[in-house]
């Protein structure tokens, strides 16, 4: 079935290093993918999100790249601030030639930066 | 304020009642989901609607049920048949068909006591 791994499940950074996740995805017809933002107890935000027509996409110090043929999708984050940690989930749309709104989202990674 | 109203945000079941979410949107959407999410994992589909009188089953469909009787609202109903139902739910909603921005609510958490 339609699957997304994200990797890694922890992440820690130095405030002001780089932060990347990585996230592969199964369904070569999925063609939307977003990132989402997670902080303890609340629930998601769409912090930047990619489509399939695009190989980059930047908006001030984050940034995600799509590689179509390796079926794999990554988030940047430069000059990492303590602000920055939370839970960040990516996702894939759902293909098939039913025309929903249904994502597959990763398992998520906890990303903790330290002052 | 415009945005997805989740509510109660805390609730607690006792084994073997029915407990209902309420999820309400005025956004203006005809799209709408929900989600569960278990500790230090993602989440996942339980249903979800793409307009008025009409709902689809997700991935883990079994042991709730849902309605949509009005495009704003799209309420959550846990059963007792849900084996296992303590977690976060979440509800969503975006403008029909693929690629566009899905909207969370603040998310409700269920206990089974």
């Known amino acids: 079935g339609e699957n997304v791994e994200q990797h890694p499940s922890t992440l820690s950074v130095q405030e002001g290093d780089s932060a990347v996740i990585k996230c592969t995805y199964s369904?070569?017809?999925?063609?939307?993918f977003p990132w989402y933002k997670q902080e303890l107890g609340k629930g998601p935000q769409l912090i930047i999100d990619i489509r399939s027509n695009v190989g980059e996409k930047k908006d001030q110090r984050i940034a995600v790249t799509l590689n179509k043929t390796a079926k794999h999708f990554s988030l940047h984050i430069t000059e990492t601030q303590p602000e920055d940690s939370a839970v960040y989930f990516c996702a894939a749309s759902s293909g098939g030639s039913s025309n929903t709104g249904k994502l597959i989202f990763g398992q998520g990674t906890t990303l903790q930066v330290k002052p | 304020d415009g945005g997805i109203t989740q509510s109660p945000k805390y609730l607690f079941r006792k084994e073997g009642q029915n407990v209902t979410l309420s999820c309400e949107q005025n956004l203006n959407h005809d799209a709408m989901y929900w989600y569960r999410q278990d500790p230090g994992q993602g989440l996942r589909l339980i249903y979800y609607?793409?307009?008025?009188?009409?709902?689809q089953k997700g991935d883990i469909a079994e042991g709730y049920s849902v309605s949509r009787e009005k495009k704003e609202s799209f309420p959550l109903t846990v059963t007792s048949a849900q084996k296992n139902p303590t977690a976060f739910y979440l509800c969503?909603?975006?403008?029909?068909?693929?690629?566009?921005?899905?909207?969370f609510g603040e998310g409700s958490w269920l206990t089974v006591v």
């Open positions: 609607s793409q307009i008025v009188n009409d709902f």
């Open positions: 969503a909603s975006s403008m029909a068909g693929t690629g566009n921005t899905i909207y």
């Open positions: 369904d070569s017809a999925s063609n939307y």
